[in-house]
Structure formats: structure tokens, C-alpha cells
């Protein structure tokens, strides 16, 4: 399964609203995951199940979708935010993961 | 402290094997999968195939079948991995991550620190 990922860069301000989008080359019910990932370090769990908020994540992350479609919303960009976010299905073998979306301070 | 600590960097010779090391404190080991997972240079992350660390048995990506093997030691409370017949495109860090249930599905939600092994001659 290809996990496409749009847009690959994005520029923003703090307090911005900030939305990644994740499509699945097939459909893949809601086995659906956000990872942030900054430099040298290993990916962080964000939402697992396309919309559950993993613990002690804040709640200006959200994410949405199934099927095909997925998006990442971040409602108010904070400083801490600027990473790499990935998505990735655990829908079959192997897991996949989206070629990833770096968030940049404008 | 739940966390995953893994072996330091690794600079091998093309067609060398390498082994990397990854060891779990603060939950019970024998009770969840452990996944290894890649990630080249700037590239997305690759996964690579897991064990059940209960049980010893294995899955492996089709990519790797051929050259990766994983095991663990449940009395050090640590998994390895072992890629064989090493290229330079096997440059990469290579992470341990926990898949946890986490109702109604399930993720990684804990990653080992990475090591980072480079294949050059």
C-alpha cells in the first residue's frame, strides 16, 4: 500500500492552521497513524486509529479520515511544532509509511 | 523508565553483516511485539519486520527476507537485528519500536534512540 503524502513542504506561522493530507492507495479502513519526527531523533506517536489523540499529546493536533483520505490538523502552530510529520498504515504487510511532510517557520 | 535503549553507530564494509542491539527496561518484554524499522538519509521510514518477543516468531518484509533476521534474548530483555551481505544503500538509522494495542488498534508508541550504520569501503 502507497501512502502518499501533499504537501511535502509547507511554510507557516505560529499560530496558523495547519493541514496535512495522507491518501492510501487503497482503502484501509482506519489503520492510520501521525508520527512527528525532528531532526535526529525517532518518530513521536501523534494519533493512532486516524483519530485518537495518544496520551499527553496535546489537543490542538487532530487527525480525520478513512477509507483512502487522512488528514493531520494542527489548529494553532506552536514553536515546538516545526518537525516532519509522517503518516503510516498498519493496515497489512508491510507498513508503510507517507514520504512525510516538513513544517517550516515562515 | 519505559524506554528502549539501542547499541551505538556502526561503520561496516560492503557484503560485512551488521548486528544491532536494542534493549527494553520498565514493561514486561515478553509480552509485546518488537518492530525494526529504517530510515535512510532524508528518505521516509521502512519497515522491516517484526518479533513477538513471547514467542520468537517473525515476520519479515518481503524487501529483506532474505538478509534480515531478528531475535532476542528475554533474559537481557533485548531484541537484535541482524542484515546480512551489507550495500551502501543499507546506509540508514535503524530503530526498535513497541507495537502496543491501543484500543481499538494499535501503533508504535515506543521507539529505541536509533543507531545509525554506514556502509562504505
Known amino acids: 500500500i502507497q501512502l502518499t503524502q501533499s504537501p511535502s513542504f509547507l511554510s507557516a506561522s505560529v499560530g496558523d492552521r495547519v493541514t496535512i493530507t495522507c491518501r492510501a492507495s487503497?482503502?484501509?479502513?482506519?489503520?492510520l497513524v501521525w508520527y512527528q519526527q525532528k531532526p535526529g531523533t525517532a518518530p513521536k506517536l501523534l494519533i493512532y486509529?486516524?483519530?485518537t489523540l495518544q496520551s499527553g499529546v496535546p489537543s490542538r493536533f487532530s487527525g480525520s479520515g478513512s477509507g483512502t483520505e487522512f488528514t493531520l490538523t494542527i489548529s494553532s502552530l506552536q514553536p515546538e511544532d516545526f518537525a516532519t510529520y509522517f503518516c503510516?498504515?498498519?493496515?497489512?504487510?508491510?507498513?508503510?509509511f507517507g514520504g512525510g511532510t516538513k513544517v517550516e517557520i515562515k | 523508565q519505559v524506554q528502549l535503549v539501542q547499541s551505538g553507530a556502526e561503520v561496516k564494509k560492503p557484503g560485512a553483516p551488521v548486528k544491532v542491539s536494542c534493549r527494553a527496561s520498565?514493561?514486561?518484554?515478553?509480552?509485546?511485539?518488537m518492530h525494526w524499522v529504517r530510515q535512510a538519509p532524508g528518505q521516509r521510514p521502512e519497515w522491516m519486520g517484526w518479533?513477538?518477543?513471547?514467542?520468537?516468531?517473525?515476520k519479515y518484509s518481503q524487501k529483506f527476507q532474505d538478509r534480515v533476521t531478528l531475535t532476542t534474548d528475554t533474559a537481557a530483555r533485548t531484541a537484535y537485528m541482524e542484515l546480512s551481505s551489507l550495500r551502501p544503500e543499507d546506509t540508514a538509522v535503524y530503530f526498535c519500536?513497541?507495537?502496543?494495542?491501543?484500543?481499538?488498534?494499535?501503533?508504535?508508541?515506543?521507539w529505541g534512540q536509533g543507531t545509525m550504520v554506514t556502509v562504505s569501503s
Open positions: 503510516q498504515q498498519l493496515y497489512n504487510y508491510p507498513f508503510t
Open positions: 486509529a486516524a483519530s
Open positions: 487503497q482503502g484501509i479502513s482506519s489503520y
Open positions: 518479533i513477538n518477543a513471547g514467542n520468537g516468531d517473525t
Open positions: 520498565g514493561y514486561t518484554f515478553t509480552s509485546y511485539a
Open positions: 519500536a513497541r507495537l502496543t494495542a491501543l484500543a481499538p488498534m494499535y501503533a508504535f508508541d515506543l
